[in-house]
């Protein structure tokens, strides 16, 4: 559907998919940190997206059959290039940039990415409405605030700058996604998707000098990466990628002021991060920026459906968030 158009699916199918995506994807910055205590952060999420995506192609096969699977060159370059942009470079790099600040903190600037879709739209000539872009300034004001008096410890900023560009790729590869050829299951896509940005980042390790030591893997290694794998990517992904078929974009984006808010909490009790006033401050500056542009999104949408896009989603996914 098109960036206004409006969903035909039941409330409750959508709020439940919501409400999945809102508590799952909060929760997968905790299983990341405890995967890395033990596994490189690019194998570790190449082992995470091949072996879901190899899972979910096997039920859609038994399921439905290979027919689930017909596309086109196009269609299956379309979401090639939509999980090398989402899982390679996005989630990858935010597993990157845990290395050197919290969970808390990362799930805090993740929540941009909202306000780059705008600025993506911007450029691309789609107009936003002006509270749209004060709800932007405001965000990037929180994300300043982050940057320069948050806890980040001595290796903080460059944990910063990582995770921004992972957000930047996020945001860029839902943006691509509404405007190219993809496959008409939203659920064929995901797999492709995370085969090939698995695939990617299994490339991405070995090249850049990752090693897996499989003896050497925690047991809560392990049990943080099943979770990652069966609720993070099967649950939470597929989960997302429906959305963006059949829900507006304005409410699927309020995952991004809700995921921080259960990753800083998980971070508190179980890892014991420390919340400074400063990041509270900065990340209220920037949830109150996307509040601010998702509900002004949502009051300017039209009710009547316009012409549709080249494809269904109207982003395409996460992960993303993670």
């Known amino acids: 559907m098109g960036q206004d158009a409006t969903d035909t699916r039941p409330s409750w199918m959508i709020w439940a998919a919501l409400t999945t995506v809102y508590i799952v994807w909060g929760s997968t910055y905790l299983g990341i940190m405890v995967v890395m205590e033990t596994i490189p952060p ?19 096969l038994i399921r439905h059959g ?17 999980g090398v942009l989402l899982l390679t470079a996005g989630n990858g790099m935010i597993a990157l940039a845990q290395q050197h600040i919290s969970t808390g903190m990362a799930a805090l600037l993740v929540a941009v990415v909202p306000l780059f879709l705008v600025i993506l739209r911007v450029a691309a000539r789609d107009r936003p409405n002006l509270l749209t872009l004060v709800g932007v300034l405001i965000g990037l004001g929180g994300v300043a605030v982050l940057s320069l008096v948050g806890d980040t410890g001595e290796t903080g900023g460059t944990g910063i700058v ?22 008409a299951s939203p659920f064929a896509a995901s797999a ?4 090939v940005g698995g695939a990617a980042m299994a490339a991405v390790g070995l090249v850049t000098g990752e090693r897996l030591d499989v003896a050497a893997i925690s047991p809560a290694s392990w049990t943080a990466m099943a979770y990652l794998i069966a609720v993070g ?19 699927v984006a309020t995952y991004a002021y809700v995921n921080p808010i259960v990753a800083v909490i998980l971070g508190m009790l179980i890892l014991d991060e420390r919340l ?4 509270i401050a ?14 002004t999104e949502r009051r300017g949408r039209r009710p009547a459906v316009e012409a549709p896009a080249a494809r269904g989603p109207e982003l395409s996914s996460p992960r993303a968030s993670s």
Not at 43 to 60: E, H, K, Q, S
Not at 192 to 195: A, D, G, I, K, R
Not at 276 to 279: A, G, H, L, R, S
Not at 282 to 295: A, D, F, N, Q, T
């Open 66 to 82: 290979p027919s689930v699977f017909a596309m086109t060159r196009r269609q299956f370059g379309g979401a090639a290039l939509v």
């Open 192 to 195: 492709v998707e995370m085969l």
């Open 162 to 183: 990582i995770i921004l560009l992972a957000s930047v790729s996020w945001s860029i590869g839902s943006f691509m996604s509404a405007r190219m050829a993809m496959p």
């Open 276 to 279: 400074t006033p400063e990041m």
């Open 233 to 251: 990517s099967l649950l939470g992904y597929t989960s997302y990628v429906w959305l963006l078929k059949n829900a507006p974009i304005s409410l």
């Open 42 to 60: 690019i194998l570790g999420g190449a082992m995470r997206f091949i072996t879901a995506g190899l899972l979910l192609a096997g039920v859609l």
């Open 282 to 295: 900065g990340g209220l500056v920037i949830l109150l920026g996307v509040v601010l542009v998702v509900s």
